[in-house]
């Protein structure tokens, strides 16, 4: 019992440790709340210590971030009440008329304004702001999106190419008025 | 693959600005790119948006307490922790800070709750010991007849001290249990009042006299010399005070 705990302790040490700052990242992007952030990192490494038995190897950062991106989407749910929460479902995946009618001059923008940038990006809804989270700032390939996000490898490509569209036309909305 | 056309590299713009596309696509899309000034144009914008993200998106790196907190709950018992950590979320979430949250968590680790299962087993063990007319199994007001019985029932020597001259008579001893650990249990008498000096070995550090109440009844409780003491009485803090004062320094 207590060798294998040690042993546990070791696996999670080598497995799950080093992906702290991902799950953080990730959860306090979908959250927007810092204490919020460490509750859902703080519960899903719980989590994932106790299935690391069921663990068979591969990607360990995604089956974390798996688990993170559950739990906040459950801390949204929750913290909505009997809201309607905008997760994002529900919203066509196929729809590429948005991004294709996009055509305006971002080279005049100044893309250096990070205010600007954090802020169009927590507009918007977890499922777009998501992935640009999961590519841009994990750097992770659309693989690896699709195990986390739970989705086909297409969906993650079609949900970038709509999520990088709708960035751009949240950051000339917050640009103009500015 | 038909024919590259607009349509056709818009819908897979991303896939070949993320390298994500089979080499031939790839090839195919990059030949169109450089025909057609307009998505050229539109991947420019795209890389540029991807370049502001990734430099100027912040990094939200996990605190140090965060990673601690969680090692350390993992340590142990794993329910216990995360009801403590549940609680503290609910009672204040929204408002709890960082630094706050730390602290928290610093002086849950500082104080564990296991002082208050000893002495709450030990008012216990008080109250039985008085209804049940077992306060003593050795009779004696003599310590070298208490301390010799202990000997070779505890794997521990519990300091026994008379306290008679102090108003505090000994009673006797007797073997008790304490969080499934046998205690040596000192009877006193101070007036009419029946007290309780239960005595445990511990790993833990040293500690200073730490009065409560509960059910009633006063405690004293310090840790010295490997040795967790609690004495429990229903005479008042001060006299039971004193008696932890004269037993700390008989040691």
Known sequence: MRLSHTADMKRFDELLAPHMDAAYNLARWLTANESAAHDVVQESALKAFKF???????????????????????????????????????IPEDDMALSHALTPEIDAIRTEDAALLQQALKALPPVFREVIVLKELEDMPYKDIAKVTDVPLGTVMSRLARARAMLKTEFMKLYRHE | MNEMNCGLCHSLMQGYMDSELETPVQERLAEHLGNCSECTQRLDEMKRLARAVKAHA????????????IRSSLQSPPASKTTTWKMLCNWGAPVLSAAVFAAALFLYAETPSSDDIWTDEAVSSHVRSLMAEHLMDIASSDKHTVKPWFTGKLDFSPPVYDFSAQGF?????????????????????????????????????????QSQSKRGYNIVSWRQNHMRFIIVSDLDKQQLETLGQLTRKGL
Do not use: C
């Open chain 2, 58 to 69: 912040p990094y939200y790196r996990a605190p140090m307490s965060l990673t601690e907190s």
């Open chain 2, 169 to 209: 008579p000994l009673l006797g001893g007797r073997l008790d249990y304490l969080q499934h650990q046998t205690a040596a249990a000192l009877s006193y008498r101070h007036d009419k009042h029946i007290i309780n000096t239960f005595v445990v070995p511990t790993t833990q550090a040293d500690s200073g006299l």
């Open chain 1, 52 to 90: 690391l038995h069921r663990f068979e190897g591969g990607n360990a950062k995604a089956w974390l971030l798996t688990i993170v991106r559950n739990e906040s989407y459950n801390w949204l749910k929750a913290s909505a009440g009997h809201r309607w929460v905008a997760i994002g479902e529900g």
